[in-house]
């Protein structure tokens, strides 16, 4: 017992400098209630998106650093919703990219990692779902990724457990070891479960959907107060900010964004105008007239975007494009435009990427903007494909513009889409 009182005292310390130091990551840990877990089925720690459990003779041999470290992984990944995006994806492979995910972001944001946290420089900056099949190509490869085969079922939230010895290897998931309690939000206080033994929490059972469903909702709204509050403070790590972005940005597919934003530019509407005497018709009914849009396509043709991606890109629009009667005048640009552009297609021409179409230098978008305005007819709607790394104009035109983003870089204005 005096054993299990030491390892509340760290576990109370460790939460309390994260509060102070880090009060982002502070935020988050305190919506987890801390819960001893029997060692049968936590050999380290885990969580059910709803408490943390750990497994005392594990956080007694950490040192007060290596705890936050271990606190913070825990409630990241309730809060980037790991629980909830992993899909159809096998189970250990996805708690693995998960903890690489996350275990960058807070090394880089100056915590300790205790030691075998799983860690490759290869992998910052990306997120599970970009790390997950770099992990089933080396599956079966020691050589590539060792501590693929050192925990191959590690936690039950599938995250946050750092790899114990050999002979201790976790086999609880995710998925089956997660069940949120119903009462509301309360203060993590290190606590006796409820009809608990001595030794320990059982292992929840597993989620259900609709459980699922509530705790995705809660820890979106933890996320974003939890944000505000480290922003107010100056606390918040770029890093950090990009996830908070990543996560609670809309997860609609990309085509399903685009085709909404398109849609909602086109100028249909009922009109009550009295029709012709000669149709002898007895009453007036509304019909539906259509006005062709203006739509300008840019391509960024530095290089950041592939062939294929370009010809996906161009072929969606052009499915769009019939549906709106749009008229679309392609651009390419790099650092400067393309010299065999633009390219024009009519409503009924089928939108192709052209043959000339050259780049490769640096990003600049002002060229695009700037030829637009010495346009004869300003574009109902701009959408510029792009990785969003290079110089944008200092202020917006005074059309709607899309930007199809590849990869994590924000745009200055406009509506921002994310190629996912």
């Given amino acids: 017992m005096v054993l299990k009182l030491d390892v509340e005292t ?7 400098r994260l509060i102070i130091d880090k009060p982002f990551l502070g935020a988050l840990v305190l919506r987890l209630p801390l819960q001893q ?17 750990y497994n005392v003779e594990y956080i007694e041999h950490l040192s007060l650093a290596e705890t936050q470290f271990v606190l913070a992984q825990e409630a990241l990944h309730c809060a980037l919703l790991h629980f909830a995006r992993r899909g159809h994806r096998v189970k250990h492979l996805w708690d693995l990219a998960c903890d690489f995910a996350v275990n960058p972001i807070l090394i880089h944001d100056g915590l300790t990692a205790p030691p075998g946290a799983l860690y490759s420089h290869a992998y910052d900056g990306m997120t599970a779902e970009e790390i997950y099949p770099f992990l089933v190509d080396n599956e079966n490869d020691s050589s590539n990724e060792e501590t693929l085969h050192d925990k191959p079922e590690e936690q039950s939230s599938g995250k946050g457990e750092q790899p114990p010895p050999p002979e201790q290897q976790p086999d609880d998931d995710q998925g089956k070891a997660q069940r949120p309690q119903t009462e509301t939000d309360e203060q993590a206080q290190p606590q ?9 929490a059982h292992e929840p059972p597993p989620l259900s959907a609709q459980e699922r469903e509530t705790l995705e909702v809660q820890w979106k709204q933890r996320l974003a107060g939890a944000a505000q509050q480290a922003m107010q403070a100056g606390k918040l790590s770029g890093d950090l900010a990009r996830l908070v972005d990543y996560v609670l940005e809309p997860r609609l597919p990309w085509r399903m964004l685009l085709a909404h934003y398109m849609t909602a530019q086109a100028r249909d509407d009922y009109s009550y105008t009295r029709p012709s005497s000669r149709r002898g018709e007895p009453a007036i009914f509304p ?10 396509v840019a391509v960024d043709s530095s290089g950041s975007i592939t062939g294929e991606e370009i010809a996906e890109f161009v072929s969606e629009i052009d499915a769009i494009k019939g549906q709106i009667r749009a008229r679309v005048v392609l651009q390419a640009c790099d650092e400067r435009l393309c010299p065999d552009g633009p390219w024009t297609f009519e409503a009924w021409e089928t939108l192709e990427v052209p043959t000339s179409f050259r780049g490769g230098g640096g990003t600049d978008f002002k060229p695009v903007f700037e030829w637009a305005d010495r346009l004869d007819r300003a574009p109902d709607l701009l959408v510029y494909f792009t990785d969003a790394e290079g110089s944008f104009p200092r202020m917006p035109p005074h059309y709607p513009v899309i930007w199809l983003v590849k990869g994590k870089a924000s745009v200055p204005w406009g509506q921002r889409v994310q190629l996912n």
Avoid: F, I, M, N
């Avoid at 885990?46 to 459990?53: G, H, I, N, Q, S």
């Avoid at 006796?192 to 320990?200: A, F, I, P, Q, S």
């Fill in 10 to 16: 760290k576990l109370a310390a460790a939460r309390t």
């Fill in 37 to 53: 877990a029997r060692p049968d089925w936590c050999k380290t720690t885990a969580t059910d998106a709803r408490k943390l459990y």
């Fill in 192 to 200: 006796d479960g409820v009809d608990e033994d001595r030794e320990g």
């Fill in 287 to 296: 019909s539906l007239r259509s006005h062709q849009l203006e739509v300008v």
